[in-house]
Protein backbone atom coordinates (compact mmCIF):
# COMPACT_ATOMS: atom_id res chain seq x y z
CA UNK A 1 0.00 0.00 0.00
CA UNK A 2 1.34 3.38 -1.07
CA UNK A 3 2.40 5.75 2.12
CA UNK A 4 -0.06 8.74 1.65
CA UNK A 5 3.02 11.24 1.34
CA UNK A 6 3.52 8.70 -1.85
CA UNK A 7 0.48 9.17 -3.40
CA UNK A 8 0.01 13.59 -2.50
CA UNK A 9 3.97 14.14 -3.70
CA UNK A 10 3.16 12.48 -7.17
CA UNK A 11 0.43 14.31 -7.94
CA UNK A 12 1.78 17.83 -6.89
CA UNK A 13 3.00 19.99 -9.70
CA UNK A 14 5.81 22.65 -8.88
CA UNK A 15 4.15 26.03 -9.64
CA UNK A 16 5.34 28.24 -12.48
CA UNK A 17 7.70 30.86 -11.07
CA UNK A 18 8.55 34.56 -11.67
CA UNK A 19 12.21 36.12 -11.27
CA UNK A 20 14.24 37.37 -8.50
CA UNK A 21 14.46 36.49 -4.85
CA UNK A 22 11.02 35.59 -4.63
CA UNK A 23 11.35 33.53 -8.24
CA UNK A 24 14.47 32.15 -6.01
CA UNK A 25 12.47 30.75 -3.60
CA UNK A 26 9.76 29.42 -5.81
CA UNK A 27 12.65 27.24 -7.61
CA UNK A 28 14.15 25.82 -4.46
CA UNK A 29 10.51 24.91 -3.32
CA UNK A 30 9.69 23.13 -6.73
CA UNK A 31 13.16 21.57 -6.06
CA UNK A 32 12.53 19.97 -2.75
CA UNK A 33 9.23 18.51 -4.61
CA UNK A 34 11.65 16.98 -6.95
CA UNK A 35 13.75 15.84 -4.75
CA UNK A 36 10.96 14.27 -2.72
CA UNK A 37 10.08 12.40 -5.32
CA UNK A 38 12.83 11.30 -6.08
CA UNK A 39 13.06 13.00 -9.69
CA UNK A 40 17.32 13.91 -9.21
CA UNK A 41 17.68 15.82 -12.57
CA UNK A 42 14.47 17.95 -11.56
CA UNK A 43 15.43 18.47 -8.38
CA UNK A 44 19.53 19.88 -9.48
CA UNK A 45 17.23 21.68 -12.60
CA UNK A 46 15.41 23.53 -9.75
CA UNK A 47 18.06 24.38 -7.48
CA UNK A 48 20.58 25.58 -10.19
CA UNK A 49 17.85 27.76 -11.41
CA UNK A 50 17.47 29.37 -8.15
CA UNK A 51 20.48 30.34 -8.09
CA UNK A 52 20.67 31.51 -11.40
CA UNK A 53 18.40 33.91 -9.83
CA UNK A 54 19.83 34.67 -6.38
CA UNK A 55 23.64 33.08 -6.07
CA UNK A 56 23.28 33.95 -2.26
CA UNK A 57 20.30 31.34 -1.41
CA UNK A 58 21.22 29.47 1.18
CA UNK A 59 18.44 27.39 1.30
CA UNK A 60 19.07 26.33 -2.62
CA UNK A 61 22.79 25.93 -1.87
CA UNK A 62 22.55 23.50 1.06
CA UNK A 63 20.10 21.69 -0.75
CA UNK A 64 21.90 21.13 -3.89
CA UNK A 65 24.89 20.09 -1.43
CA UNK A 66 22.50 17.74 -0.50
CA UNK A 67 21.54 16.53 -3.65
CA UNK A 68 25.51 15.74 -4.76
CA UNK A 69 26.23 14.34 -1.08
CA UNK A 70 23.29 11.90 -1.72
CA UNK A 71 25.16 10.80 -5.57
CA UNK A 72 28.51 10.26 -3.23
CA UNK A 73 29.99 13.60 -4.50
CA UNK A 74 31.06 14.52 -1.11
CA UNK A 75 33.72 17.49 -1.78
CA UNK A 76 31.64 19.01 -3.98
CA UNK A 77 28.81 18.85 -1.45
CA UNK A 78 30.51 20.75 1.27
CA UNK A 79 31.90 23.27 -1.46
CA UNK A 80 28.03 23.90 -1.79
CA UNK A 81 27.70 23.99 2.40
CA UNK A 82 30.23 26.56 2.59
CA UNK A 83 28.84 28.97 0.50
CA UNK A 84 25.71 28.21 2.52
CA UNK A 85 27.26 28.80 5.63
CA UNK A 86 29.27 31.63 4.11
CA UNK A 87 25.70 33.43 4.29
CA UNK A 88 24.29 32.20 7.13
CA UNK A 89 26.98 30.92 9.42
CA UNK A 90 24.03 29.74 12.16
CA UNK A 91 22.24 27.32 9.53
CA UNK A 92 21.89 24.38 11.62
CA UNK A 93 20.49 22.08 8.58
CA UNK A 94 23.78 23.61 6.55
CA UNK A 95 26.29 22.63 9.39
CA UNK A 96 24.76 18.93 10.28
CA UNK A 97 24.97 18.09 6.17
CA UNK A 98 28.94 19.99 6.49
CA UNK A 99 29.34 16.96 9.16
CA UNK A 100 28.64 14.24 7.39
CA UNK A 101 30.46 14.92 4.11
CA UNK A 102 33.61 15.88 6.00
CA UNK A 103 32.51 12.43 8.23
CA UNK A 104 32.16 10.14 5.06
CA UNK A 105 35.71 11.61 3.68
CA UNK A 106 37.05 10.33 6.74
CA UNK A 107 37.88 14.04 8.15
CA UNK A 108 36.62 13.33 12.01
CA UNK A 109 37.62 16.18 13.45
CA UNK A 110 36.28 18.70 10.44
CA UNK A 111 32.96 16.98 11.42
CA UNK A 112 32.98 17.03 15.07
CA UNK A 113 33.76 21.04 14.62
CA UNK A 114 30.54 21.46 12.42
CA UNK A 115 28.22 19.63 14.45
CA UNK A 116 29.44 21.22 17.49
CA UNK A 117 28.71 24.34 15.68
CA UNK A 118 24.98 22.83 14.87
CA UNK A 119 24.26 22.46 18.50
CA UNK A 120 25.27 25.55 19.53
CA UNK A 121 23.04 27.44 16.48
CA UNK A 122 19.85 24.54 17.48
CA UNK A 123 20.65 23.16 20.92
CA UNK A 124 16.84 21.90 19.96
CA UNK A 125 18.28 19.82 16.70
CA UNK A 126 17.58 16.43 17.53
CA UNK A 127 19.41 15.51 14.22
CA UNK A 128 22.25 17.55 15.04
CA UNK A 129 22.86 15.44 18.30
CA UNK A 130 22.23 12.50 16.96
CA UNK A 131 25.00 12.89 14.52
CA UNK A 132 27.25 13.92 17.12
CA UNK A 133 26.29 11.20 18.90
CA UNK A 134 27.02 8.57 16.07
CA UNK A 135 30.24 10.18 15.37
CA UNK A 136 31.54 10.11 18.87
CA UNK A 137 30.81 6.27 18.78
CA UNK A 138 32.77 6.27 15.65
CA UNK A 139 35.57 7.64 17.29
CA UNK A 140 35.39 5.99 20.40
CA UNK A 141 34.85 8.87 22.52
CA UNK A 142 32.07 7.00 24.55
CA UNK A 143 31.48 9.96 27.25
CA UNK A 144 30.45 12.53 24.33
CA UNK A 145 28.46 9.85 22.62
CA UNK A 146 26.11 9.44 26.21
CA UNK A 147 26.71 13.17 26.20
CA UNK A 148 24.65 13.93 22.99
CA UNK A 149 21.82 11.11 23.11
CA UNK A 150 21.10 12.52 26.89
CA UNK A 151 20.91 16.21 25.27
CA UNK A 152 18.72 14.42 22.41
CA UNK A 153 16.57 12.32 24.91
CA UNK A 154 15.95 15.73 27.23
CA UNK A 155 14.34 17.16 24.25
CA UNK A 156 12.36 13.80 22.95
CA UNK A 157 11.70 12.01 26.39
CA UNK A 158 9.64 9.10 24.44
CA UNK A 159 11.84 8.67 21.27
CA UNK A 160 12.76 5.02 21.38
CA UNK A 161 16.02 5.63 19.39
CA UNK A 162 17.83 7.68 22.18
CA UNK A 163 17.00 4.94 24.48
CA UNK A 164 18.52 2.59 22.65
CA UNK A 165 21.75 4.79 21.55
CA UNK A 166 21.82 5.60 24.94
CA UNK A 167 21.78 2.06 26.27
CA UNK A 168 24.15 0.65 23.55
CA UNK A 169 26.96 3.66 24.69
CA UNK A 170 26.38 3.17 28.46
CA UNK A 171 26.99 -0.79 27.98
CA UNK A 172 29.98 0.32 26.21
CA UNK A 173 31.06 1.66 29.38
CA UNK A 174 30.43 -1.48 31.69
CA UNK A 175 27.10 -0.33 33.16
CA UNK A 176 25.25 -2.96 32.28
CA UNK A 177 22.55 -2.69 34.40
CA UNK A 178 21.77 0.48 33.05
CA UNK A 179 21.52 -0.03 30.20
CA UNK A 180 19.38 -2.82 30.32
CA UNK A 181 16.91 -0.35 31.79
CA UNK A 182 17.68 1.97 29.01
CA UNK A 183 17.42 -1.07 26.57
CA UNK A 184 13.99 -2.16 28.49
CA UNK A 185 12.45 1.77 27.74
CA UNK A 186 13.46 1.26 23.96
CA UNK A 187 11.41 -1.73 23.76
CA UNK A 188 8.39 -0.62 25.62
CA UNK A 189 8.31 2.25 23.45
CA UNK A 190 8.87 0.80 20.49
CA UNK A 191 7.87 -3.05 20.58
CA UNK A 192 8.30 -3.80 16.79
CA UNK A 193 12.28 -2.82 16.84
CA UNK A 194 13.85 -5.66 16.62
CA UNK A 195 17.36 -4.13 17.31
CA UNK A 196 16.62 -3.10 20.86
CA UNK A 197 15.37 -6.49 21.56
CA UNK A 198 18.71 -7.93 20.03
CA UNK A 199 20.78 -5.05 21.57
CA UNK A 200 18.75 -6.07 25.11
CA UNK A 201 19.57 -9.98 24.60
CA UNK A 202 22.97 -8.68 24.06
CA UNK A 203 23.07 -7.12 27.43
CA UNK A 204 21.62 -9.81 29.80
CA UNK A 205 23.84 -12.25 27.61
CA UNK A 206 26.87 -10.26 29.08
CA UNK A 207 25.33 -9.68 32.53
CA UNK A 208 24.59 -13.55 32.76
CA UNK A 209 20.89 -13.76 32.00
CA UNK A 210 20.99 -16.78 29.86
CA UNK A 211 17.32 -17.47 30.70
CA UNK A 212 16.30 -13.71 29.82
CA UNK A 213 18.72 -13.50 27.11
CA UNK A 214 17.16 -16.36 24.79
CA UNK A 215 13.90 -15.04 25.84
CA UNK A 216 14.52 -11.21 24.42
CA UNK A 217 16.70 -13.41 21.74
CA UNK A 218 13.65 -14.94 20.47
CA UNK A 219 11.39 -12.30 20.12
CA UNK A 220 14.21 -10.61 17.92
CA UNK A 221 13.99 -13.38 15.86
CA UNK A 222 9.93 -13.23 15.73
CA UNK A 223 10.33 -9.80 14.72
CA UNK A 224 13.12 -10.20 11.92
CA UNK A 225 13.21 -14.14 11.47
CA UNK A 226 16.09 -13.79 8.64
CA UNK A 227 18.70 -11.59 10.94
CA UNK A 228 21.30 -13.86 11.17
CA UNK A 229 23.63 -12.30 13.58
CA UNK A 230 20.47 -12.44 16.59
CA UNK A 231 20.57 -16.04 15.64
CA UNK A 232 24.06 -16.66 15.85
CA UNK A 233 23.60 -14.30 19.08
CA UNK A 234 21.22 -16.74 20.59
CA UNK A 235 23.12 -19.76 19.40
CA UNK A 236 25.91 -18.85 21.70
CA UNK A 237 23.64 -18.20 24.45
CA UNK A 238 22.41 -21.82 24.03
CA UNK A 239 25.50 -23.38 23.89
CA UNK A 240 26.33 -21.57 26.82
CA UNK A 241 23.03 -23.16 28.46
CA UNK A 242 24.75 -26.61 27.72
CA UNK A 243 21.45 -26.70 25.19
CA UNK A 244 23.89 -28.01 22.43
CA UNK A 245 21.26 -29.94 19.84
CA UNK A 246 19.32 -26.45 20.11
CA UNK A 247 22.48 -24.09 19.42
CA UNK A 248 23.36 -26.51 16.70
CA UNK A 249 19.78 -26.27 14.95
CA UNK A 250 20.33 -22.50 15.36
CA UNK A 251 23.44 -22.36 13.21
CA UNK A 252 22.05 -24.87 10.29
CA UNK A 253 19.27 -22.44 10.15
CA UNK A 254 21.74 -19.61 9.38
CA UNK A 255 23.26 -21.80 7.30
CA UNK A 256 19.62 -22.25 5.53
CA UNK A 257 19.12 -18.42 5.45
CA UNK A 258 22.50 -17.72 4.02
CA UNK A 259 24.60 -20.76 2.70
CA UNK A 260 28.05 -18.59 2.26
CA UNK A 261 28.20 -17.46 6.07
CA UNK A 262 31.68 -18.32 7.24
CA UNK A 263 30.96 -17.82 11.10
CA UNK A 264 28.40 -20.64 11.24
CA UNK A 265 30.04 -22.86 8.59
CA UNK A 266 33.17 -22.89 11.46
CA UNK A 267 30.77 -23.43 14.72
CA UNK A 268 29.66 -26.16 13.51
CA UNK A 269 32.86 -27.61 12.47
CA UNK A 270 33.79 -26.90 16.14
CA UNK A 271 30.49 -28.48 17.62
CA UNK A 272 31.34 -31.67 14.98
CA UNK A 273 34.87 -31.77 16.56
CA UNK A 274 33.78 -31.62 20.22
CA UNK A 275 31.42 -33.95 19.58
CA UNK A 276 34.55 -36.26 18.66
CA UNK A 277 33.34 -36.32 15.10
CA UNK A 278 36.39 -35.39 12.91
CA UNK A 279 34.80 -36.24 9.28
CA UNK A 280 32.24 -33.57 9.53
CA UNK A 281 34.24 -31.19 11.33
CA UNK A 282 36.40 -31.30 8.47
CA UNK A 283 33.81 -31.23 5.84
CA UNK A 284 32.57 -27.84 7.56
CA UNK A 285 35.97 -26.30 7.88
CA UNK A 286 36.55 -27.39 4.30
CA UNK A 287 33.22 -25.42 2.77
CA UNK A 288 34.42 -22.03 5.14
CA UNK A 289 37.77 -22.17 4.25
CA UNK A 290 36.43 -22.55 0.30
CA UNK A 291 35.49 -19.13 0.95
CA UNK A 292 37.91 -17.22 3.27
CA UNK A 293 40.81 -19.64 2.56
CA UNK A 294 43.62 -18.03 5.25
CA UNK A 295 41.03 -17.49 8.05
CA UNK A 296 43.16 -18.87 10.94
CA UNK A 297 40.11 -19.97 12.92
CA UNK A 298 39.24 -22.24 10.53
CA UNK A 299 42.33 -23.24 9.50
CA UNK A 300 43.16 -24.08 13.39
CA UNK A 301 40.50 -26.47 13.81
CA UNK A 302 40.84 -28.38 10.43
CA UNK A 303 44.29 -29.53 11.53
CA UNK A 304 43.22 -30.15 14.86
CA UNK A 305 40.58 -32.57 13.20
CA UNK A 306 43.64 -34.01 10.84
CA UNK A 307 45.21 -34.66 14.05
CA UNK A 308 42.29 -36.45 15.26
CA UNK A 309 42.10 -38.38 12.29
CA UNK A 310 45.17 -39.47 12.21
CA UNK A 311 46.52 -37.89 9.22
CA UNK A 312 49.61 -36.32 10.86
CA UNK A 313 51.23 -35.01 7.18
CA UNK A 314 48.44 -33.13 6.21
CA UNK A 315 47.89 -31.76 10.28
CA UNK A 316 51.31 -30.41 9.89
CA UNK A 317 50.92 -28.67 6.49
CA UNK A 318 47.96 -26.98 7.78
CA UNK A 319 49.44 -25.72 11.18
CA UNK A 320 52.75 -25.65 10.34
CA UNK A 321 52.33 -21.90 8.00
CA UNK A 322 49.84 -21.28 10.11
CA UNK A 323 52.23 -21.36 13.37
CA UNK A 324 54.86 -19.01 11.35
CA UNK A 325 52.07 -16.07 11.61
CA UNK A 326 51.84 -13.78 14.25
CA UNK A 327 48.57 -12.12 13.67
CA UNK A 328 46.20 -13.73 15.67
CA UNK A 329 45.57 -16.25 18.85
CA UNK A 330 45.11 -19.02 16.38
CA UNK A 331 48.85 -19.11 15.42
CA UNK A 332 49.89 -19.02 18.82
CA UNK A 333 47.55 -21.83 19.34
CA UNK A 334 49.11 -23.81 16.08
CA UNK A 335 52.59 -23.19 17.50
CA UNK A 336 51.70 -24.92 20.88
CA UNK A 337 49.37 -27.63 19.33
CA UNK A 338 52.64 -28.40 17.19
CA UNK A 339 55.36 -27.95 20.35
CA UNK A 340 53.18 -30.70 22.01
CA UNK A 341 53.73 -32.75 19.26
CA UNK A 342 57.24 -32.77 18.82
CA UNK A 343 57.15 -33.76 22.66
CA UNK A 344 55.18 -36.36 22.14
CA UNK A 345 57.50 -37.53 19.46
CA UNK A 346 60.58 -37.19 21.95
CA UNK A 347 59.03 -38.74 24.89
CA UNK A 348 58.49 -41.88 22.39
CA UNK A 349 61.54 -41.66 20.91
CA UNK A 350 63.31 -42.07 24.71
CA UNK A 351 61.12 -44.79 25.52
CA UNK A 352 62.36 -46.75 22.79
Given amino acids: MERAKDVLLRHITPPPVDGGKDGATA ?3 SGAI ?3 QDDREGARREYEAALALDPANAAALNNLGFLLAQDGAFADAIGY ?5 AIDPVGAMALVNLGSARAALGDLEGAFEAF ?3 VAADPESLLAWDNLGKLSMV ?7 ENAWRSALAIAPRDARFHLSLGIVVAGQGRLAEAVALLESATSLAPENAEAWG ?4 VLFGRQDLGSATDVFRRALSLTPEDTKIRHHLSTVLLARGERAEARRELERILTIDPDNVTAALDLGVHALSAQRPEEAVARFDAALAAEPMNPRGRYYRGLSLQMLGRADEAAAVLQPLAAETSSKYAEWA ?3 LGEGLDRQSSATDAQ
Wanted: charged share 30%.
Fill in 335 to 337: RRQ
Fill in 27 to 29: HNR
Fill in 199 to 202: QLGL
Fill in 34 to 36: YHL
Fill in 139 to 145: AGRLGDA
Fill in 116 to 118: GRA
Fill in 81 to 85: YERAL
